[in-house]
């Protein structure tokens, strides 16, 4: 398989500093997930066996 040519612009180190990367909007997610009572203290109740 080959690599791809703009491999050292779109690399892990890069995304991790890019204010828009995957890497930054998966910390926003986190954040949101722990700040919303509803999704740390809720309640599951399965719908479908």
Known sequence: ???NPNYRR???R???I???GVF???Q???R???SLPM???GQFEMLLP
Request: hydrophobic share 45%; proline share 4%; aromatic share 0%.
């Open 10 to 12: 779109i690399g892990v």
């Open 14 to 16: 890069a995304d991790r």
């Open 28 to 30: 926003s997610l986190i």
């Open 32 to 34: 949101l997930r722990q």
């Open 18 to 20: 890019a204010p828009n």
């Open 24 to 26: 930054a909007g998966c």
């Open 39 to 41: 999704t740390t203290e």
């Open 1 to 3: 398989m080959a690599m």
